[in-house]
T-cell receptor, first 109, second 116 residues
Framework: KNEVEQSPQNLTAQEGEFITINCSYS?????LHWLQQHPGGGIVSLFM?????KKHGRLIATINIQEKHSSLHITASHPRDSAVYIC???????????WGAGTKLIIKP | DAGVIQSPRHEVTEMGQEVTLRCKPI?????LFWYRQTMMRGLELLIY????????DSGMPEDRFSAKMPNASFSTLKIQPSEPRDSAVYFC??????????????FGPGTRLTVL
């Protein structure tokens, strides 16, 4: 079993839909990153979370430390949100960085 | 701010050749990270520096890989000799803060390396 699991692996939705991408992990962490990788390959760091909730524009990230779960939400989705969204955790015992496999999101106009 | 700058953006070389990838972090950032991304293994952290000093190089795949950071504004990742299995996209990222990996990282555009 992978220590960081993302779901779904692939998601196709219509423009305007509310999107949720999930990340579950099995290790103790000190922080969790959400990153976005566009079709051209560039990576953008979206959020770094250690507790609670963060919001930036139409993006919202939440984390529940007790349940070892984080979600990334996109409101009013747009075709330009199409990308791979990657969750990564920092293990608190050894500072190891563990990556999820990514969720490929396609938003159709 | 120009963001993290990487060069070259694309590199095609033959097996056995030396490859040098370059990175200029965001000015003022004191952490620098080198990552490798492949279809098979996803995104892997190779090595990271704090204030130009290597902190953790446990992700460097083998002795053919070496990384240096001679000053706060420049780092290199060298592969010698290169092999086809080194073909990947190599990302550099930088961050500012006290926690290293737990601070928000800013990624460069990546270098796409193809070893024939």
């Amino acid at each position: 079993k992978n220590e960081v699991e993302q779901s779904p692996q692939n998601l196709t939705a219509q423009e305007g839909e509310f999107i949720t991408i999930n990340c579950s992990y099995s290790v103790g962490i000190s922080a969790l990153h959400w990153l976005q990788q566009h079709p051209g390959g560039g990576i953008v760091s979206l959020f770094m979370l250690s507790s609670g909730k963060k919001k930036h524009g139409r993006l919202i990230a939440t984390i529940n430390i007790q349940e070892k779960h984080s979600s990334l939400h996109i409101t009013a989705s747009h075709p330009r949100d199409s990308a791979v969204y990657i969750c990564a955790v920092i293990v608190d015992s050894n500072y190891q960085l563990i990556w999820g496999a990514g969720t490929k999101l396609i938003i159709k106009p | 701010d120009a963001g993290v700058i990487q060069s070259p953006r694309h590199e095609v070389t033959e097996m056995g050749q030396e490859v040098t990838l370059r990175c200029k972090p965001i000015s003022g950032h004191d952490y620098l990270f080198w990552y490798r991304q492949t279809m098979m293994r996803g995104l892997e952290l190779l090595i990271y520096f704090n204030n130009n000093v290597p902190i953790d190089d446990s992700g460097m795949p083998e002795d053919r890989f070496s990384a240096k950071m001679p000053n706060a504004s420049f780092s290199t990742l060298k592969i010698q000799p290169s092999e086809p299995r080194d073909s990947a996209v190599y990302f550099c990222a930088s961050s500012f803060g006290t926690s290293g990996l737990t601070d928000t990282q800013y990624f460069g555009p990546g270098t796409r390396l193809t070893v024939l």
